[in-house]
């Protein structure tokens, strides 16, 4: 079991930067595979950026790739979506998610564990 906790949501004007984290409870946090997901206003939920279980590789969203960078720390058990030159599209409420298999996977439906979700809202 994995209890996941997200946190660094906030309301940022266009061009800006944040950092989201995802906190993890649990000793097997390091064999998990990690992705962040987001759902923007009525719409599905998306894929951002996924971290294999030992950081040694990322997927990106094309919409985020060159602008978000995901890493973790395994020794605090955390997940990190360093979030920069920030776009009013990206307004979502933003998930990390944890699997087992392929941390690449669109499919919502590969992930076992999921937090409660942070709100970034993203001003023209």
């Known amino acids: 079991q994995v209890h996941l906790v997200e946190s660094g949501g906030g309301l940022m004007q266009a061009g800006g930067s944040l950092r989201l984290s995802c906190a993890a409870s649990?000793?097997?946090?390091?064999?998990?595979?990690m992705a962040w997901f987001r759902q923007p206003p009525g719409k599905e939920r998306e894929f951002a950026a996924g971290?294999?279980?030992?950081?040694?590789?990322?997927y990106y969203a094309d919409s985020v790739k060159g602008r978000f960078t995901i890493s973790r720390d395994n020794a605090k058990n955390t997940v990190y979506l360093q979030m920069n030159s920030l776009k009013p599209e990206d307004t979502a409420v933003y998930y990390c998610?944890?699997?087992?298999?392929?941390?690449?996977?669109?499919?919502?439906?590969?992930?076992?564990?999921w937090g409660q979700g942070t709100q970034v809202t993203v001003s023209s």
């Open positions: 998610a944890a699997t087992k298999g392929w941390s690449g996977s669109r499919s919502p439906n590969q992930y076992d564990y």
């Open positions: 649990g000793r097997t946090f390091s064999t998990y595979n």
């Open positions: 971290i294999t279980w030992s950081g040694a590789s990322t």
